[in-house]
């Protein structure tokens, strides 16, 4: 069964600071995987999105990084700010031209709060 | 452009009760998507539909669950009767052609059934 693990499960950080997110995939055949950063009583936005051939892309002080051989990504987040509380959820899409199906596995989020 | 947009923002209702949850996906999108989300599950996909077409139902939980696209610009999600298990954030969400392309989502409709 396909599965996408998170950790830490939440995250307690003081403004300034850097964090980095986990997350773990078993998704076979693997597409892409989707980082989202969901604010309290929002729905997710899209942060960066990669690729097979892809092992970081950045989106201002958001950094994620892929390995596709230990199927490992990371969120790095660079001099923290309040806005930056929020869930964030990692999504791995599989490969639908080797018939997967096009199915999205959702990890259940890194809740982090940034505080003064 | 506004976004997809769902209504109600809040719904309480007594067990027993129908409900009927409401999106606009943006216009030109031609997937739509009802996700459930929960503290213990997370978020679960419902059903999707692409060009108003029901595609894949498989996460629907049970018969009391239904959901239709009459149209582009429209989708409901209903629950019938509804029972206190449904208590969840409903989210729509939509999405433009290719592969890469991102889920859009609406603010959701945190449902409450007492």
């Known amino acids: 069964k396909n599965q996408v693990e998170q950790s830490p499960q939440s995250l307690i950080i003081l403004e300034g600071k850097n964090c980095t997110l986990q997350c773990n995939y078993t998704v076979s055949p693997f597409s892409n995987l989707r980082w989202y950063k969901q604010d309290t009583g929002r729905g997710p936005v899209s942060l960066t999105i990669m690729t097979f051939s892809e092992n970081t892309k950045s989106n201002g002080r958001y950094t994620a990084t892929l390995d596709a051989d230990t199927k490992q990504s990371s969120l790095h987040i660079t001099a923290s700010q309040l806005s930056d509380s929020a869930s964030y959820i990692c999504v791995v899409r599989d490969d639908i031209l080797t018939g997967g199906g096009n199915k999205l596995t959702f990890g259940t989020g890194t809740q982090l709060k940034v505080e003064l | 452009d506004a976004g997809v947009i769902q209504s109600p923002r809040h719904e309480v209702t007594e067990m027993g009760q129908e409900v009927t949850l409401r999106c606009k996906p943006i216009s030109g999108h031609n997937s739509l998507f009802w996700y459930r989300q929960t503290m213990m599950r997370g978020l679960e996909l419902l059903i999707y539909f692409n060009n108003n077409v029901p595609i894949d139902d498989s996460g629907m939980p049970e018969d009391r669950f239904s959901a239709k696209m009459p149209n582009a610009s429209f989708s409901t999600l209903k629950i019938q009767p509804s029972e206190p298990r449904d208590s969840a954030v409903y989210f729509c969400?939509?999405?433009?052609?290719?592969?890469?392309?991102?889920?859009?989502f609406g603010n959701g409709t945190r449902l409450t059934v007492t």
């Open positions: 969400a939509s999405r433009s052609v290719g592969d890469n392309s991102p889920l859009h």
